[in-house]
C-alpha cells in the first residue's frame, strides 16, 4: 500500500490527468477506500482530474457499503460507481 500511495503521490499535480485501476486488488480493506478517498481529496485540491478506471466492483462497493461511503451524494456515485446506482 505505501507503494501505492507514493505513486498516487507523484502523480497527483495540477492539470494531470490520473486514473487509477483496483481491478488487480483482490482483497480490498478499508485502507484502500481511505488511500483513495484520501488522493480524491488531495487531487481536488490540485487540480488534478482523478477518477478510478473502471466502477467500483462487487467486492469494493460491499465494502463501500459497510464501511458507509455509500449510499452517498451524486457525486461520490459517480466517482465510486461512475455513476451506476443499480450495482
Not at 484502500?32 to 482530474?49: H, K, Y
Not at 462497493?61 to 459497510?66: D, E, I, K
Amino acid at each position: 500500500m505505501g507503494a501505492l500511495a507514493e505513486d498516487l503521490k507523484t502523480a497527483i499535480a495540477p492539470d494531470a490527468a490520473v486514473r487509477l485501476d483496483l481491478s488487480g486488488v483482490a482483497s480490498p480493506d478499508l485502507s484502500v477506500i481511505q488511500l483513495v478517498q484520501a488522493a480524491r481529496v488531495s487531487a481536488a485540491a490540485a487540480g488534478c482530474d482523478f477518477a478510478l478506471s473502471a466502477p467500483a466492483d462487487a467486492t469494493l462497493h460491499a465494502l463501500l457499503v459497510r464501511a458507509a461511503f455509500l449510499p452517498a451524494s451524486v457525486d461520490d456515485t459517480q466517482f465510486w460507481l461512475h455513476g451506476d446506482t443499480t450495482q
